[in-house]
């Protein structure tokens, strides 16, 4: 026998397969599965995090950028990422978790983050390497986001899109400036790529026949292409770009054909990006510390800032 409650969401769930089959957006007032709710949270709150500890790799370099340009432009960028993982938070929120639980959740290491940023930025190559070759594939993951059917995640993404955009060219255009220069600045872009160019390809995730949630997440058009599509189509607009640089891609097995793109690539090696991803990367502990030690070191003004608020809530006296 069927009660009311479950008549109710059968109903409920068949609009909300109607919304998602015609391209529609769900939004946060419409009902949506649990299971749907707690991916979404899952992902956009990962996301939130990798934007806010990827601002330390970069970070690291400000105050040593080789001129002042440059350091105006690192500045923005890594103010950019802040921006992104603040939207995310807030696109996360619509769904029902706090800040306050997702921070926790950063910062005492239940949380995931992009593996990407668990690496160490040793040269000021480094950076041009992470925005031609991280935020690129930043881009090439994010732009088929835009079309998530989650409307607040989808419309962030548009925005951030548009920053990442920005980010690839000034990490290119860094590592132009040191492929012109000196014999020296060639083989510290190089040894740059060299280092960033694997981790980047594994920032697309698992290989398709080992992701096992894939194929959900696709139904729920949250996810629009596969991660070996998303890598192959990457490694496809890397390889003109390389040339243009004057840089090698460290790999001797990719094949390359300007009518059929990628034909061949080397293998990744996932020994490594899982024990990354374990936490046993040269850089995990440094950045949870580092991002727990911020937290607690911006208490202050957290608490000054909910003070101001109540008091601007209260109503004012007549006296006043
Ligand atoms: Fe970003
Ligand atoms: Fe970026």
Redesign the pocket.
């Known amino acids: 026998m069927t009660s009311p409650a479950d008549a109710h969401d059968a109903d409920a769930q068949r609009a909300f397969d109607d919304l998602i089959a015609n391209e529609r957006r769900i939004e946060p007032r419409d009902w949506m599965p649990e299971a749907y709710r707690k991916t979404l949270i899952r992902q956009i709150s990962q996301h939130a995090h990798s934007e806010i500890i990827g601002m330390q790799p970069e970070g690291n370099w400000i105050t040593r950028a080789p001129s002042l340009k440059r350091k105006a432009i690192l500045i923005a960028?890594v103010q950019?990422?802040a921006g992104h993982g603040l939207y995310l938070y807030s696109a996360a929120q619509t769904l029902g978790i706090t800040r306050d639980e997702m921070t926790d959740q950063l910062i005492d290491g239940r949380a995931r983050y992009s593996s990407i940023f668990n690496y160490p930025t040793p040269t000021w190559a480094d950076m041009g390497a992470i925005g031609w070759l991280v935020?690129g594939a930043?881009i090439c993951n994010q732009v088929p986001l835009c079309r998530a059917s989650y409307g607040p995640y989808a419309r962030a993404m548009v925005r951030i899109c548009k920053?990442?955009s920005f980010?690839q060219r000034q990490g290119f255009e860094i590592l132009l400036a040191l492929m012109q220069g000196s014999p020296e600045q060639r083989v510290m872009a190089q040894d740059a790529v060299d280092r960033w160019y694997w981790p980047s390809l594994a920032m697309f995730g698992p290989p398709d026949d080992q992701s096992p949630n894939s194929a959900q997440s696709m139904a729920w058009k949250i996810k629009r292409f596969s991660n070996d599509e998303l890598r192959r189509r990457f490694v496809g607009m890397l390889v003109p770009q390389a040339e243009a640089l004057g840089v090698t891609l460290p790999d001797p097995d990719l094949r390359y054909d300007a009518d059929q793109g990628v034909t061949a690539m080397g293998e990744i090696d996932w020994d490594d990006f899982f024990a990354v991803l374990r936490g046993d990367g040269p850089c995990n502990a440094e950045r949870i510390q580092r991002r727990r030690t911020a937290h607690e070191e911006g208490a202050w003004v957290r608490e000054a800032a909910a003070a101001y608020a109540a008091k601007q809530a209260a109503p004012r006296t007549e006296a006043a």
């Open positions: 960028k950019d990422e935020d930043a920053e990442e980010h």
